[in-house]
């Protein structure tokens, strides 16, 4: 599949959305790429998620790092596909940890994959865990790259993803969104929180 195919693709199904969105950065934007609507197709998700492992295996993970909830199906696809242990990231009381006996050792070459990179944030915060646990990645993907400009915390990374697509932000105090009272959603899942 190539990336002219994959944003075809994302149009037909609901992937790609246009309207008002809060994301989880806490900026608006016109733009969602919601890709849970992808993964509920898992023979196109296979296939999107094959331009990814066609990309990272140069670099031999040992093991696929996601984050919860948008990265986990993929990252268990591309842990497939790859034949490699998959593992997520999730959310306690607002920090990235691993749960469920989820656990990386200094000799895993871990490749972090996202859904979707907007700012970066999740991102590093994933970067951080990994390296609180005395390993480094070999290298970052994500399904769709929507940053306005590269992040330089992960860039030192291999970097490599399904679809670009451009990104408009808005700071919510100067959304020209809200100025016209577009009703707004808020779609991300960086709010959900397990307390257990």
Same mark, same amino acid.
């Given at each position: 599949m190539t990336e002219k195919e994959a944003l075809e693709l994302f149009e037909q199904i609901?992937?790609?959305?246009?309207?008002?969105?809060?994301?989880?950065?806490g900026k608006h934007s016109d733009t969602y790429l919601q890709c849970a609507i992808l993964q509920?197709? *898992?023979? @196109?998700?296979?296939? !999107? #998620?094959?331009?990814?492992?066609?990309?990272?295996?140069?670099?031999?993970?040992?093991?696929v790092v996601g984050a919860a909830v948008g990265g986990i199906v993929s990252a268990y696809e591309l842990g497939r596909l790859?034949?490699?242990?998959?593992?997520?990231?999730?959310?306690?009381?607002?920090?990235?940890?691993?749960?469920?006996?989820?656990?990386?050792?200094?000799?895993?070459? *871990?490749? @972090?994959?996202?859904? !979707? #990179?907007?700012?970066?944030?999740?991102?590093?915060?994933?970067?951080?865990?990994?390296k609180s646990h005395q390993t480094t990645p070999v290298s970052v993907?994500?399904?769709?790259?929507?940053?306005?400009?590269?992040t330089a915390?992960?860039?030192?990374?291999?970097?490599?993803s399904a679809v670009r697509v451009e990104a408009v932000l808005f700071d919510p105090e100067n959304c020209p969104?809200?100025?016209?009272?577009?009703?707004?959603d808020e779609p991300g899942s960086r709010r959900m929180n397990s307390k257990s």
């Open positions: 609901g992937v790609l959305k246009k309207g008002h969105f809060k994301l989880s950065s509920q197709y *898992p023979y @196109l998700h296979a296939k !999107v #998620i094959q331009m990814l492992a066609d990309k990272v295996k140069m670099h031999n993970p040992s093991v790859l034949g490699l242990r998959s593992i997520f990231a999730e959310r306690v009381e607002g920090a990235l940890t691993f749960r469920r006996g989820y656990a990386l050792f200094p000799d895993d070459k *871990p490749v @972090l994959l996202e859904d !979707v #990179i907007t700012t970066a944030k999740t991102t590093r915060e994933l970067i951080d865990l990994v993907a994500t399904i769709v790259d929507r940053q306005h400009e590269k915390s992960i860039d030192e990374y291999p970097f490599f969104l809200c100025l016209k009272n577009v009703p707004i």
